[in-house]
């Protein structure tokens, strides 16, 4: 198929519709609700179910309910709207059917404002709702990648029964890039006639639930979940790197439109003489622990700068493989302030000054001014 | 003796052979029957799935032997849409309890019933949440002692009781709204017959329908069975009127 000019939020529907998902329900909230206008009038054309709901949480139900039925079913929302849909994640996550969201976060908490922002990765990737479990969480860093992990998510979340999450910020829902979807796409074969509640005919009725009364039923099924994820971080990691040469000293990992803005800081960089490298994770869960952890342990890596429009949160995650090992940083921008090459420029120029003389001591600051 | 015997009555096809949880003299058990009885005579059972609450009817799908979901405490009636948008052709229902659909339910039965869902409620309203231990619902009558009104409701701090039916009845979306009781042989077939009709209307798809319950609960109204089905009668009643509300023929059928 030939290159289109496409809004992300919108490429971000079409997605969904080439990737043979056949309904959608949804509840306006900006900067997402493109998706849903056009959803409004695409879905008739290939025979869809289009429902706008009356809140997030009925959304989140009814995708519960239309997931039952073993076909593809998505909605979108905004992070205030996400954490409405918390309540049917969990029980979807526990009923162990496949279902996909997406969060084309703004800043927060609360209300919040309307601008783009990473503050949701705590939500997505350590678990919104009640219980034990995951989900899988995917991050998109150019629109023609939040097409190609759309079709992803829906592959995903039927092989392992899971929702699966994919989060931008607000600038790939708004954001215009020429995208490409595939030509003769072929919809895997989904494993819902193992599961899917189709009527009790000719077989014993199937009860799709989360209610295990007996303690040891609960545990089992906490275990089997346990065990899918484990299944997930063994499989499914996906990270991509930028300019990884022995030359650099400071290893930035970021995710995201985040990621590319640190492109632009690198490219810029190079031209004044200075190599730096990034590493970026697609996945956030599972992470792409063990990828980092070979950046990171290169002997050329002096200090690690995790970057994002949020006040730390992936800084975590980072930290967790980094054990230590090596002086990390942070720098961030949040409330819908995105952070300019400029300031990433001199974050890592300051890093450089400071790591290239001696180990400095393990140290996070910063705030962008 | 053997050539003479004719069965008469036995258990509905979809209900299954368990033994159910409720107390003695709840009216789960009738109400659960009926719901059977139904699906049987219209042939629907293999084309059902229902959609379980939070409540005590939570395990009814250990009862009744159809296709089952769990929803999310008041959340059935958007399971249910989200299922009956894709599979307009599979006999949709909820069984839900008045504290799952008349409180923290209130904004999904509303909006499911405006909408015109052809999907089946069973809405059991036995004026206090039971699973819990007898909490004050929002169908509780002014005066009633519940462990969470001890004084008697107290409607000037918690409002009057709230009419469900009636509320969903001034809705202009067609559908068929009744209330029943359960508290004697009589009310029983009338229910019977509101739940067959309920269902017809999805079979045929043609609307929403709700069929309301007025049920008891012996242990937490600190009543004996007998004595819970006249407080029934005498007191239930006469704040929940039984009464067919709408027929979708009264308007426009909804397209």
């Given at each position: 198929?030939a290159k289109?000019?496409?809004?992300?939020?919108?490429a971000?529907?079409e997605a969904?519709?080439q990737?043979?998902?056949?309904?959608y329900?949804?509840?306006?909230?900006?900067?997402?609700?493109?998706?849903?206008?056009?959803?409004?009038k695409?879905?008739?054309?290939?025979?869809g179910?289009f429902?706008?709901?009356?809140?997030?949480?009925?959304v989140g139900n009814?995708?519960f309910?239309?997931?039952?039925?073993g076909?593809?079913?998505?909605?979108?929302?905004?992070?205030?709207?996400?954490s409405?849909?918390?309540?049917?994640?969990?029980?979807?996550?526990?009923a162990?059917?496949?279902?996909?969201?997406v969060?084309i976060m703004?800043?927060?908490?609360?209300?919040?404002g309307?601008l783009?922002?990473?503050?949701d990765y705590f939500?997505?990737v350590?678990?919104?709702g009640?219980?034990?479990?995951r989900l899988?969480?995917?991050a998109?860093?150019?629109?023609q990648?939040?097409v190609d992990?759309m079709m992803?998510?829906?592959?995903?979340?039927?092989k392992?029964r899971?929702?699966v999450?994919?989060?931008?910020?607000?600038?790939i829902?708004q954001?215009m890039?020429?995208?490409?979807?595939?030509d003769?796409?072929?919809?895997p074969?989904?494993?819902s006639?193992?599961?899917?509640?189709t009527?009790?005919?000719?077989?014993?009725p199937?009860?799709?639930?989360s209610?295990?009364?007996d303690?040891?039923e609960?545990?089992?099924?906490?275990w089997e979940?346990h065990d899918?994820y484990?299944m997930m971080?063994?499989?499914e990691c996906?990270?991509?790197a930028?300019?990884?040469?022995?030359?650099?000293?400071?290893?930035?990992?970021?995710?995201?439109?985040m990621a590319r803005?640190c492109?632009?800081?690198i490219?810029e960089l190079?031209?004044?003489?200075i190599?730096?490298g990034?590493?970026?994770?697609?996945?956030l869960?599972p992470?792409?622990?063990?990828?980092?952890q070979?950046?990171?342990?290169?002997k050329?890596i002096?200090?690690?700068l995790?970057?994002?429009?949020?006040t730390?949160?992936?800084?975590?995650?980072?930290?967790?493989?980094?054990k230590?090992?090596?002086p990390h940083?942070?720098?961030?921008?949040?409330g819908?302030?995105?952070?300019?090459p400029e300031?990433v420029k001199e974050?890592v120029?300051?890093?450089?000054k400071?790591?290239s003389?001696?180990s400095?001591k393990n140290?996070?600051?910063n705030?962008?001014? | 003796m053997?050539?003479n015997t004719e069965?008469?009555?036995?258990?509905?096809k979809?209900?299954?052979e368990?033994?159910t949880?409720?107390?003695?003299?709840?009216?789960?058990g009738?109400?659960?029957?009926?719901?059977?009885?139904a699906?049987?005579?219209l042939?629907l059972?293999?084309?059902?799935?229902g959609?379980?609450?939070?409540?005590?009817?939570v395990l009814i799908?250990?009862?009744i032997?159809?296709?089952?979901?769990?929803?999310p405490h008041?959340r059935?009636?958007?399971?249910a849409?989200?299922f009956k948008r894709?599979?307009?052709?599979?006999?949709?229902f909820?069984?839900?309890?008045?504290?799952?659909?008349?409180?923290?339910?209130?904004s999904?039965?509303?909006h499911t019933?405006?909408?015109?869902?052809?999907?089946?409620?069973?809405?059991?309203?036995?004026?206090?949440?039971?699973m819990t231990?007898?909490q004050?619902?929002?169908t509780?009558?002014?005066g009633?002692?519940?462990t969470?009104s001890?004084?008697?409701?107290?409607?000037s701090?918690t409002?009057?009781?709230l009419?469900i039916?009636?509320?969903?009845?001034t809705l202009a979306?067609?559908?068929?709204?009744q209330r029943?009781s359960v508290?004697?042989?009589?009310?029983i077939i009338?229910t019977?017959?509101?739940?067959?009709?309920?269902?017809?209307?999805?079979?045929?798809g043609r609307?929403?329908?709700?069929?309301?319950?007025?049920?008891?609960c012996?242990?937490?109204?600190?009543l004996t069975?007998?004595?819970?089905?006249?407080?029934?009668?005498?007191?239930l009643?006469?704040?929940f009127?039984?009464?067919?509300?709408?027929?979708p023929?009264?308007g426009?059928?909804?397209k």
């Open positions: 198929m289109v000019l496409m809004k992300g939020n919108e971000i529907a969904a519709i990737a043979g998902c056949k309904a329900f949804c509840y306006p909230i900006t900067p997402q609700s493109e998706v849903a206008e056009y959803l409004a695409r879905m008739p054309e290939v025979d179910v429902v706008q709901g009356e809140s997030e949480v009925a009814m995708i309910g239309a997931a039952s039925t076909k593809k079913v998505f909605t979108t929302s905004s992070s205030p709207g996400i409405l849909m918390q309540e049917s994640i969990s029980y979807i996550a526990g162990q059917l496949p279902a996909v969201f969060n703004r800043g927060g908490p609360g209300l919040g309307i783009p922002a990473q503050s939500q997505s350590k678990g919104g009640h219980g034990d479990y899988l969480v995917l998109p860093s150019t629109i990648e939040a992990l992803l998510a829906f592959r995903l979340a039927d392992y899971n929702p999450m994919l989060i931008g910020d607000g600038m829902g954001m890039e020429a995208v490409e979807f595939p003769n796409y072929e919809e074969e989904t494993s006639g193992d599961w899917a509640t009527g009790a005919s000719g077989r014993e199937r009860i799709i639930k209610l295990f009364l303690p040891k609960l545990e089992d099924n906490s979940l899918k484990e971080k063994k499989d996906r990270n991509e930028y300019n990884v040469s022995a030359k650099n000293k400071i290893l930035i990992t970021s995710y995201g439109t803005i492109q632009t800081a490219d190079k031209d004044e003489g190599s730096v990034l590493f970026r994770p697609v996945t869960f992470f792409p622990e063990k990828a980092l070979k950046e990171i342990n290169k050329n002096k200090a690690v995790t970057v994002e429009m949020s730390g949160q992936m800084y975590e995650d980072i930290e967790l493989a980094n230590g090992s090596k940083e942070f720098f961030g921008r949040t819908g302030i995105v952070p300019a300031e974050k120029k300051e890093m450089i400071k790591y003389v001696s400095g140290k996070k600051n705030r962008g001014k | 053997a050539m069965t008469i009555f036995s258990r509905p979809s209900m299954t368990k033994v949880h409720y107390c003695p003299g709840c009216t789960h009738i109400i659960h029957r009926l719901v059977a009885e699906l049987d005579e042939e059972r293999e084309k059902a799935v959609v379980a609450p939070v409540g005590c009817s799908y250990n009862y032997n159809c296709d089952f979901l769990e929803a008041g059935a009636p958007a399971l849409t989200g894709l599979r307009p052709d599979m006999t949709v909820t069984y839900q309890g008045d504290g799952d659909l008349a409180s923290i339910g209130t999904e039965i509303i019933a405006n909408r015109g869902e052809k999907v089946t409620i069973i809405f059991v309203n036995n004026a206090i949440y039971g231990g007898g004050m619902a929002p509780t009558l002014p009633q002692i519940t969470t001890p004084a008697g409701r107290d409607a701090k409002g009057q009781p009419k039916s009636e509320m969903l009845a979306t067609p559908s068929f709204i029943t508290h004697d042989p009589q009310h009338q019977k017959k509101a739940i067959k009709e309920a269902f017809t209307y999805q079979k045929e609307c929403f329908s709700l069929v309301e319950v007025l049920s008891t012996p242990t937490n109204w600190g069975p007998s004595e819970s089905n006249k407080w029934l009668k005498e007191n009643m006469n704040f009127p039984l009464k067919v509300f709408k027929r023929n009264d426009e059928d909804s």
